[in-house]
């Protein structure tokens, strides 16, 4: 079973920078494509940034310039550094894996980021 636990969530002023860290355990085929989404109090989820486990970046226009995606295959661990941040990048940031020979996906529980003086 497949499991997918975030950290580094929390209040950060405008301006700021925080990095969120995503441990994928279990079997975990590649390749694969893990990623970030994030979701907005009334908004529906949406992509931040995704990296393919050949290390190839995807960003949403929001984030371009301002966040950086990486992941440690040895570790299967994705990471988002977000800098710049704006009140407008509060939500539930979360973690989500693709295996894609199986087309399986998989969540985390998500981890709140609040950007706010």
């Known amino acids: 079973q497949v499991q997918l636990v975030e950290s580094g969530g929390g209040l950060v002023q405008p301006g700021g920078s925080l990095r969120l860290s995503c441990a994928a355990s279990?079997?975990?085929?590649?390749?694969?494509?893990m990623g970030w989404y994030r979701q907005a109090p009334g908004k529906e989820r949406e992509l931040v940034a995704t990296?393919?486990?050949?290390?190839?970046?995807n960003y949403a226009n929001s984030a371009k310039g301002r966040f950086t995606i990486s992941r440690d295959n040895a570790k299967n661990t994705v990471y988002l550094q977000m800098n710049s941040l704006k009140p407008e990048d509060t939500a539930i940031y979360y973690c989500n894996l693709v295996v894609l020979v199986y087309n399986s996906h998989y969540w985390g529980q998500g981890t709140q980021v609040t950007v706010s003086s």
């Open positions: 279990g079997s975990i085929s590649s390749p694969n494509v």
């Open positions: 990296i393919t486990s050949g290390g190839s970046t």
